[in-house]
């Protein structure tokens, strides 16, 4: 059985801040990046564990999927089978606060 996969109120932020941003210069490559991070999550409907553990946090529930130069934050509840994508984090801006 699948997992759901869900976007926190912080990941919708954080989505609409880097597309913001970027859409100043090229629109149309604002638009086609945030796709992109919102489609590299659909993994997580079935392989809830392909990201790695964040080296930071060390935490088993708390993962990362590397789309350059982004690090998509989620946890994983494997008791309500819910992946909860935390943040899309730039990956200069240091450590990720899920």
């Not at 759901?4 to 990046?33: C, G, K, T």
């Amino acid at each position: 059985m699948d997992y759901q996969v869900i976007l926190s109120p912080r990941a919708i932020q954080d989505l609409q801040e880097i597309v913001r941003y970027i859409s100043f210069d090229n629109p149309q490559a604002a638009e086609n990046l945030g796709a992109q991070l919102i489609e590299k999550t659909r993994v997580l409907v079935s392989f809830p564990e392909f990201g790695r553990t964040v080296p930071e946090l060390g935490e088993p529930a708390i993962r990362e999927l590397i789309f350059k130069p982004y690090r998509i934050v989620y946890r994983v509840n494997h008791q309500r089978r819910l992946v909860e994508v935390a943040r899309y984090w730039h990956g200069a801006r240091g450590t990720p606060i899920p």
